[in-house]
């Protein structure tokens, strides 16, 4: 069993074996919050290794109020808007009709199925990135258009916008998939 008390005061003192502990524990499970923001597993790990930094550097400002586990998700979240930011004047949101409608790889299910996580978590990754920005930021962490506008610097009526247009993107995405499936489901 782990004692957080010992690792949250071990890395308070810098200590390599509690940091390193304490990203062993929380790592696996961060991580899953940023591949929600991240366009790919490259930039999921940069804001995973980014944000812990971040952690090991404030680590003094934990105050013990609440979960560790809800303070460290809120910093990699933070660390994923700081990223979108700097990579926002390098990257054009695309056109929902410039996005490759193909969401499955190696697809073998009837059309009927359920729809699994990873399949979900794959049309979520492919959205342009201030679509699945806001989508993550509302319909996932449970944040307001209010303070996402606060957070990205943009109008709450784009967050708004930005959100119906990642709605309607993934019902695309959806459908497509269907079709897909049903045709292949078809042709057997």
């Known amino acids: 069993m782990v004692n957080l008390i010992e690792i949250i005061e071990g890395c308070k003192k810098n200590n390599s ?6 990203y062993t524990e929380f790592a696996p499970s961060l991580l899953g919050v940023c591949v929600r923001f991240a366009g790919n597993k490259n930039d999921a790990e940069d804001i ?12 003094q400002d934990f105050a013990g109020k609440g979960s560790l586990y809800s303070w460290m998700k809120k910093i990699m979240i933070n660390t994923a808007i700081t990223l979108y930011h700097k990579n926002l004047k390098h990257n054009q949101n695309l056109d929902i009709d410039e996005i490759d409608p193909k969401i ?13 996580t990873d399949e979900l978590l794959h049309v979520i990754k492919g959205m342009p990135q201030g679509y699945r920005l806001v989508f993550n930021l509302f319909a996932v962490e449970g944040y307001k258009h209010k303070e996402i506008a606060e957070m990205l610097n943009i109008d709450e009526n784009t967050s708004k916008s930005q959100y119906a ?17 049903r045709k292949e489901y078809e042709q057997q």
């Open 104 to 116: 499955i790889e190696n697809e073998e299910d009837a059309p009927d199925s359920e729809y699994t």
């Open 17 to 22: 074996k509690a940091q390193k502990k304490l």
């Open 165 to 181: 247009r990642a709605k309607k993107w993934i019902q695309n995405r959806i459908e497509t998939h269907y079709k897909i499936r």
């Open 48 to 59: 995973l290794q980014e944000g812990f930094i971040k952690v090991f550097f404030n680590i």
